[in-house]
Structure formats: C-alpha cells, structure tokens
C-alpha cells in the first residue's frame, strides 16, 4: 500500500503539474492573441514576448508535442496572422543607394503623432501619444488626387452637355426615364457644390512654395471669372420645376457654364499622356460628335416647332411607324446634321425663311469644322511621323553622297544596315537635343535612371561623389559600333574612354581573330591612353586592339571632358591611376622605375595657363599706366604753358629776342652737355613772335615731339617733376 500510495502521488503531482502547465500555456495564449490585435508592434518584438512565455528550464521540444505545445501551436498560428497582415500593407519601397547617393536624403513628412514612453509611480513603462495639430487639407495643382478630381468633374460636365440638350429636345427621352434623371442631375450637382469647396481648398505658387492660408486661397478664387462661373452653374434653377413641371429640363442650362474645368481636363491630360498626338485627334473628334450632336437636337426642336413633316425639309410626321422610335428619331437626326455639317451629302432643300436662315448658319459652321479637322488633322499626322521623316531625311542624304562619291556597294550596306539598327532599336533620337532645355541637374537624374543598369557596372561610378557623377554623365556622349568595326587599335593616340552600354567586345590580336578577353555591359576601356600615367611605356597610345562582336551601344567619354571633370576630384584621380597601373603592370608596360603621379601634366599645363593670364593683366596695367602717364604729361604742359600766358600778360615774364636766343642757346648747351651723364631736362620753349601762337603749339604738342632719350628715360624712371625754368 505503501509503495502504491507513493506511486499514487508522483502520478497526482504529475498530473496537477501538467495541468498548471496546460493553464499556463492558455494563459500565454490569450495575452499572445490580446497583444496580437495591436498593428504597431513589431513581429521581431512578439516573437521575443512568445518566447519569455516559454519555459526555459524544460528540454528542447521540436514538435507539437508535450508541456508548451498549445503555447508553441498558437505562436505558430500568431506568427502566421502578423506576417499575412503585414504582406497586405504596401510598404515603402526601399530607395535605390546609387540614386539616393546622386539625390541626396528625401524630405520626408513628420509622423502624425509623437510617442512619449514614460514611468509611472510604480516603475511600470507606460506609453503616451500626443496627437500633432491637424494640418490645414490643401491640394496642389500638380497633385495626382487634383488631377482625378478633374476626371469626376469633367464626367459630370460632359454628362450636361451631351444629356442635357438631348433631354431638352426630345420629349420622350426626358418623360420616359425621368427619375433616372432626377438622380444624375442632383449626384451631378453634388460633384457642382464638393467642386467649388476642392477650389477653395487648391494652393497656388508664389516664390516656388505652395500657398496653404485659407483666407489667401479664399480672395483668390473669389477674385476670378470662374468663381462667378461657378455660383452661376450651382443657382437653385430647379425650384421652378414648382411652376413649369418637372418635364422642363431647360431650367437646368446654366449647369453648362461650367465647361472651363473640362477644357482643363483635357489640358493636363494631354501634358500626362504618353501619346499626346492620338489624345489630341480623340479630343478634336470629341469637340466635332458634341456640335454635331447639339445640332442634331437643334434640327429636331425647330422641327417640332414647325410641325412634323409639314413640308419635305422637317423631320418625317411621327405618326409613321417608321419613324415613330426614339432612337430612329436621334439617328435620323443625327445623319443629317453630319451630312449638313460636313457638307458631302444632299439633303432636302428648305421651304420656310426660318429653315433657310438655320441651313445657311449650318453651312458655315461647317466650312470652319472641315478646315479646322483638315488643318488639326495634317499637323498631328505630320508631328506623328516628324521624327520619321528627319530619319529618312538623313539616310536618303547620305545614300545621295554615296552614290555620287561612288562608294562601293558592301560599305553602302554596312551604312543602310547600320541606319536600320539605329530606327529598329529607337536609338536614332539625339539625346542631347532632346533634353537641351532641361536644367543640368534634371538632365543628369534623366540620364542616371535611364542608364542606371549600366553606370551601376562602372567601377569608377561606384564610390565616386555625386558632384563628379554629375559631371561626367552629362559629358557622356551615346555611339553606336557595327559588327566587326573597331574601337580603337594599339598603337593609335588615345583621346577618348569608353563605357559599353549594350553589346560585346573582343579584345583581339594584331592578326584581328584571336580573342584575349570579352567585354559586356558595364565595362569601361581606354582611360589608359588618356590618363598619362608617368611609367607607361605606351604613353599615350592605345595598349589593346578592341573589336565589336555584334552591334555595340557605347559611352563616350573625351579626354579633355574627363580631365576637366576629375582635377575637382582626387579621390576619383586615385582610382583611374591606381587601375591603370594594375593594368598597365599586368601587360608589362609599366616602368616601376619612373615616378608615380599621373596626371602631373594637367598641373603643369594649369601653370602655364595661369602664368599667361597673369602675363595678360600685366600687360594691360602697363598699358593703362602708359596711357595716364602720357596724360599727366599733356596736362603739366597745359599748365606750363597757362602759366606762361599768365605771366606774359601781367608783364612779369616778357624776355627780349636777344635775351630769349641767348637763353634758348644756353639750355641747348647745357642739355648736350647733361646727355652723357644720363642727365635729362624738359626745356621750356620761350615765344619770340606771337605768345598766342606759340602757346597754342605748346598746348597741343603731342608725346611724340619729346626726345628719345627723354621717353626712354620716364619710361624707365617715371614720372618726375617739370622743373621751372620760365
């Protein structure tokens, strides 16, 4: 008894702990499934909170089996329902790391509430979340929201004007499905009133910053012609339904007036679309089906008036069978308004006056509908096939040049076949025609995200600066290699690397068929010859002979664009340098012997440049100083002489004849004897006839009248001051 009592209590003591460990598990799984309702929390961190449930001390499980098994089975089933949710929500597609290096971070929106975590009395964490302000609902005009609200107003637009005259002139159109009717027109005006509040709500520019003050938005859609369109389209006209019945939808034509948020529709869907040249024969056609549409209605309103089949020009007496229907009667009708409005048919002639003012007005409205689809219809087939013809323009000039230079017929079909490939594979478009008018830096990002497959490839692309990428992607210049035509020999001067786009390259023997290496996509060549890297053997010349295998699609990329683009960048002229010289090393054209540097000749050339530059300013300050000293000199002469007329008058200063010849010889005497000392003095002219003539001559005596020793010696010494000899 003993013994089978104490095996009874190992058996209940195993019991009640596998049962405390089924209430355990339960208990796991409710606060799973609880904190598997919130959306917020990671799966990484709920999968750590299943775990801390689990048992630690137990032996491992790997099955369903056993203590934990509904903890692990609800883990399971959690684990499934967070990754299935989570598969649904569309999340963000993680950014490209080539372009975001050339972007640079994106501005991104502030969350729209804040977590604050804090701690309660008790030591407990405890979350709190501050809801942000709501922002102010503004819609900018190139939003794609704006852009579909567009799409639901012009619907409604084009509802009235299409339904709305067809209901005003067909009776049994409007009575036979009038509550049909009621509903769209009113779901219409609601689009009208949700409408003019989307206005309200649509910023504008100003400085470049979309403008969010709902007072500013307010006063300038008030301001405008189509607010007052607007309020003229949403007036309550219904209400005298009360008076005239409810059969008289031509109360309801001022909702036609709001026909300028169509045409802006059509404007922006044209600037959208991919095919603006088929959207535009669409929209015209459109614009043609309404007039003739309208006149149709027209046609068979002035018939009512005037009585059905009163004469052979109205519409046949409905009381006929055949043309008692209301669709016979719209077709009828609408057969021949485009008859009369096209002009290419006959039709019965008109009897009354009131018949012939409406042909004659039909007639001339379609004299201009048949110019205006005969003009709009030429150009767009001309702008379709505009890129067509300057293709064939080229080809057939160069056929013409072929021909007359008797060029002989296997090199004329390499050019065809080469010409055939470019407009097969869309790639006879300039690509730097086409996006000339672009800013710098969206032709760059145009070129990237185009390119991207390719540049990817490019070592020297892969770690250089956006600054640098920039730069040579806009130097980059497309070509296109036929098969077996070769990029470059050995032994040719190198001016320019490449950067295979598309294609295969063979790097082949002087004997043009055995193959060392291929080249693909993403490989560049020939930045050797055009680094001049100090060692090379080769120098500048080219080291391989490369040959394209099929058609080839290359960048090309000049020697000086390139020089240009990296002396801003060393770490860049690292790389180029340092994979030459692995390359140069490999093929034994390097001589370890000469100093490294590369690219040291750039710096000389700079040197020079400079030197010049700073040679031209000197010489143009020295000429500017030439020129003011020949001034200064004039105007001291100026004011000798002025002082010499002044002591002449006042008599102060008259010399004799005899006296000035015997001064005049005595200042020649002692200028030649002062000439060889280096010595030289300004002498001053003393008149002996006319003081007036004289001084007139002195006054305009040009630089040229001073001796040379004279010149030579204020060239040399400068300026000195005139000595007062009067």
Known sequence: MTGQGAVDRP?????????????????????????????????CS?????????????????????????????????????????SLIEEEERPDSFLERFRGPEVRPPPSRISNTQTDANGNMKKATIMKKRETFVVSPSDNIYYRWLFVIAAAVLYNWILLVARACFDRLQTENFIMWLVLDYFCDTIYILDTFMRLRTGFLEQGLLVKDLSRLKDSYVHTLQFKLDVLSMLPTDLFYLITGIHTPQLRFNRLVRFPRMFEFFDRTETRTNYPNIFRICNLVLYILIIIHWNACIYYAISKSLGFGSDQWVYPNTSNPDFEALTRSYVYCLYWSTLTLTTIGEMPAPVRDEEYVFVVFDFLVGVLI?????????????????????????????????????????????????????????KAVDEQEVLK???????????????????????????????????????????????????CRKGDIGKEMYIIKEGQLAVVADDGVTQF???????????????????????????????????????CLSKDDLMEAVTEYPDAQKVLEERGREILMKQGLLDESALSGGLGVIDTEEKVERLESSLDVLQTRFARLLGEFASMQQRLKQRITALERQLCHTGLGCLSDHEAD?????????????????????????????????????????????????????????????????
Not at 521 to 548: D, V, Y
Not at 682 to 688: C, G
């Open 46 to 86: 709920e999968l750590q909170r299943v775990a801390t449930l689990e048992p630690h001390d137990g032996p491992s499980r790997n099955s369903f089996r056993g203590r934990g098994a509904m903890s692990r089975l609800v883990t399971l089933v959690v684990t499934l329902r967070e990754w299935a949710h989570r």
């Open 662 to 726: 015997v001064d005049m010889d005595t200042n020649t005497t002692a200028q030649v004897h002062a000439q060889p000392q280096g010595e030289t003095h300004e002498t001053a002219d003393i008149p002996t006839e006319s003081h007036a003539d004289v001084d007139t001559a002195e006054a305009n005596r040009p630089l040229t009248c001073i001796p040379a020793e004279t010149s030579d010696q204020m060239t040399n010494d400068g300026p000195t001051e005139p000595k007062d000899e009067t």
């Open 437 to 487: 008018n672009l800013p710098d830096k969206l032709r760059a990002e145009i070129a990237i995200n185009v390119h991207l497959a390719t540049l990817k490839k490019v070592r020297i692309f892969q770690n250089c600066e956006a600054g640098l990428l920039v730069e040579l992607v806009l130097k980059l210049r497309p070509q296109v290699y036929s098969p077996g035509d070769y990029i």
């Open 370 to 426: 048949f110019a205006t689809i005969v003009g709009n219809v030429g150009s767009m087939i001309s702008n379709m096939n505009a890129t067509r013809a300057e293709f064939q323009a080229r080809i057939d000039a160069i056929k013409h040049y072929m021909h007359f230079r008797k060029v002989s017929k296997q090199l004329e079909t390499r050019v065809i076949k080469w010409f055939d490939y470019l407009w097969t594979n869309q």
């Open 11 to 43: 058996l209940s003591s195993h019991r009640l702990s596998v049962r405390s460990t089924l209430e355990d598990d339960l208990d796991g799984a409710d606060s799973i499934l609880s904190r598997s309702q919130s959306v917020c929390d990671d799966t």
């Open 517 to 555: 290496a291929l080249l693909t996509a993403g490989g560049c060549f020939g930045e050797i010859s055009i680094l001049n890297i100090q060692g090379s053997k080769m120098g500048n010349r080219r080291t391989a002979n490369i040959r394209s295998l099929g058609y080839s699609d290359l960048f």
